[in-house]
């Protein structure tokens, strides 16, 4: 028996060792993958058996310098900066200053969420894993676009005001917002920043040294990408988010060879370095990737996915029956994402400074693919295919509505603008104003700047705005109800297109007029 268990183990150890992919093969992947999606650079990190196998950058930093990527370049990894903040959090439970399920309002008496009972039962691990009964994005207009003044208090108090969408516990919807609190108990408990704690206790011990919890803190920003947002068919680059409010969300910037020594620990129970030194215990990372909130899923080729969920800042499910950790990472103009198989050692980490999220899981599935010992689909065409469907939608929806604004200027239909005129309240967001300049109308948000834009008439009492900043991609719908008197006193947005980024979380405003 012994020794057939042996062939067994052999002949699959075999069999993954041919289908590894080769550094050429991964060239040509990647090289395809820019031209295809229009990013400009990526740089790809593959960790197998606890070792950096592959590190490499490729590509450019920028379209305006033609800097080339390299293993070392810096990159917003954005959304992976999740798993850091419930990796500090692990710290702590470890040190007996935290449990997991400690209410919230132990540490931060403020926080105060939809009812009294969620606020009351809310604990750390609530934090943690998207299942607050708040939509998807709710209340992220408070940290985007960047420009916003909005505080980490201010997020705490607001919260209240965000109205849920399922109950408590029962469902999964991304949020951001929880994350920024998380980090407010990290600072509560340890009397340290988020940003001091993560480098002081993970990126330190890790010796990520090019590495930093926020770009404004990186002590050398040289070898660092610019972010790029693709705006008629050219890519543009534009101004970097630096909002230090986002930081326990998706503030790091990191390389791939930084990210790999995170990938190593990871995939080693939390150890890390020659002498096999514990950053958290082996107790705690399973906690962090044990299954907590279910995502519904359905079981389809090639990976016969089982279960899909999410843990403790990390997605957690099956493929071709093996355990799969990652996570995704969204900036504007920067997409990131992290894959590590833990049985087969496996970490894959793909950066890129261009907002395509089918770029990253081209590159991730096809590695994945070789090291699973599948045959591996087109995954560029595949999803540029899908991609370009998805934009054909969206833009003809767009088209319309901006088709309908162009001719009724052409008739020049005539609108009492007046009747909209004013400022109206958010309870979380705060004042907006309408106002008339120069014979045009106008949107502007008090407290984040960036939303401005002018105003125009659609249909039926209603407008759309066009934001000043193009790359938002985040045209939307004004909706107003009037009083009797033919006055607006309600304001609803809705984003114009189904492709805008959740984050641009219009829907979730409720606007009165108090002006």
């Known amino acids: 028996m012994k020794n057939r268990i042996f062939i067994v183990t052999a002949l699959i150890s075999v069999t993954f060792s041919f289908a590894q992919i080769t550094e050429p093969q991964v060239d040509a992947l990647v090289n395809k993958t820019l031209t295809t999606f229009n990013v400009p650079g990526i740089a790809v990190g593959i960790v197998k058996d606890g070792k950096l196998v592959l590190a490499k950058g490729y590509g450019v930093k920028s379209i305006e310098t033609n800097e080339k990527v390299d ?111 998380a980090g407010e108990v990290i600072h509560k408990v340890s009397g340290k920043s988020w940003c001091d704690f993560i480098e002081d206790r993970i990126m330190k011990p890790l010796e990520m040294n090019n590495s930093a919890a926020s770009y404004v803190r990186l002590k050398d920003s040289t070898n660092i990408i610019a972010p790029h947002v693709p705006m008629n068919g050219k890519l543009k680059v534009i101004r970097r988010y630096q909002n230090q409010l986002f930081d326990a969300a998706a503030g790091i910037y990191s390389s791939v060879n930084d990210l790999s020594k995170w990938a ?145 200027k052409k008739e020049k239909i005539k609108v009492d603008f007046k009747k909209i005129i004013g400022t109206y309240n958010d309870n979380w967001f705060g004042n907006v104003s309408i106002f008339e300049k120069k014979g045009k109308i106008y949107f502007q948000s008090q407290r ?49 297109s189904e492709l805008t980024d959740f984050s641009y979380d219009f829907h979730d405003l409720d606007f009165t007029k108090v002006d």
């Open 71 to 181: 293993a070392n370049t810096l990159f917003g990894i954005a959304s992976n900066s999740k798993a850091f903040t419930s990796a500090a959090l692990a710290i702590l439970v470890d040190e007996g200053k935290i449990k997991w399920d400690d209410k919230v309002v132990k540490y931060l008496p403020n926080f105060k969420m939809y009812s009294d009972y969620v606020t009351q039962e809310f604990t750390i691990r609530d934090l943690l894993t998207h299942r607050s009964g708040l939509g998807l994005g709710a209340g992220d207009l408070m940290i985007w676009p960047d420009g916003s003044d909005f505080t980490a208090q201010d997020i705490v108090q607001n919260l209240q005001y965000l109205k849920p969408v399922s109950a408590f516990r029962t469902k999964y919807d991304y949020d951001n917002l929880l994350y920024i609190v």
């Open 448 to 496: 984040s700047s960036q939303l401005a834009g002018e105003v125009f008439f659609y249909k039926d009492g209603n407008y759309v705005v066009k934001w000043n900043n193009a790359y938002f991609h985040a045209d939307a719908h004004l909706s107003f109800t009037y009083d009797t008197k033919g006055a607006a006193t309600i304001l609803k947005m809705k984003a114009i």
């Open 264 to 408: 190593i620990m990871q995939m080693n129970n939390g150890k890390y370095g020659p002498e096999n030194k514990q950053l958290f215990s082996e107790k705690e990372h399973d906690e962090m990737w044990q299954l907590q909130t279910i995502i519904p899923t359905k079981t389809r080729a090639p990976y016969n996915t089982h279960f899909n969920g999410y843990g403790l800042g990390w997605f957690v499910s099956d493929v071709k029956g093996f355990k799969q950790v990652t996570h995704t990472g969204g900036l504007e103009g920067i997409v990131t994402q992290t894959t590590y198989i833990p049985e087969l050692q496996l970490g894959i980490i793909v950066l890129t400074n261009q907002q395509s999220g089918a770029a990253f899981n081209a590159i991730t599935n096809t590695i994945k693919d070789s090291y699973l010992g599948i045959a591996s689909e087109d995954y560029v065409s595949i999803y540029s295919n899908r991609a370009k469907a998805n934009e054909e939608t969206a833009d003809k929806t767009t088209d319309e509505v901006w088709a309908k604004v162009a001719q009724n």
